[in-house]
């Protein structure tokens, strides 16, 4: 059940990038309602950890902010058409500069259900790590995917492309609960060994 709540926790940090993805569309008037519609998600969803100086959730209300600002406010047309862009590179350099400053993002979210007295536990702190690590990843690839998209090379549909962003995210979700669910196994297997 733990585990359940942990991986509820990460996808209600991604909510406001997942409604972005769904709902920006190809035209500026789905693209201004994916933003506004992401901003309200970031604090509705991410209101506690936005108080709890959450890094993932203070750049995700950031990054909504700025888009409203320059996309619905100063109608930067450059904005919109690199929107892509912008969202996987701030989404990949969210997640670096968790472990640059080392407070990984999983970290962050796993120590909410967890009593104090675990926060600094070694294997807790290198799974983290390790989880916010594949995540990274799968952001760069994202956002490599989306640089890819805006060149001069051959490309395929944009269904294709909405589907290789969704799949990085699913992936890392579905990595996120099998590599939990394998180290609680482990600890549980060690808990009966002894």
């Known amino acids: 059940m733990h585990e359940a709540k942990d991986i509820a926790r990460l996808l209600l940090g991604f909510a406001p990038w997942l409604l972005f993805l769904f709902l920006s569309g190809r035209t500026m008037a789905s693209l201004e309602l994916a933003i506004w519609l992401s901003l309200a998600a970031s604090l509705t969803f991410g209101l506690g950890e936005l108080r709890s100086k959450f890094i993932l959730a203070w750049g995700t209300f950031v990054f909504f902010v700025a888009c409203a600002v320059l996309v619905c406010g100063f109608r930067l047309t450059w904005v919109a058409v690199y929107m892509d862009v912008l969202a996987n590179l701030t989404l990949a350099g969210i997640v670096w500069l968790t472990l640059l400053l080392g407070r990984p993002f999983a970290l962050q979210y796993a120590r909410r259900g967890l009593p104090r007295e675990r926060w ?42 909405f589907a290789i962003s969704f799949l990085l995210i699913l992936s890392g979700v579905t990595f996120t609960t099998a590599y939990k669910r394998h180290k609680r196994l482990a600890r549980e297997r060690a808990m009966r060994g002894k």
């Open 120 to 161: 600094n536990d070694p294997e807790l702190i290198r799974s983290c790590r390790f989880i916010t690590l594949v995540w990274a990843l799968l952001m760069t690839l994202a956002a490599g995917i989306s640089l890819y998209k805006h060149s001069s090379a051959p490309q395929a549909s944009q269904p294709a492309y």
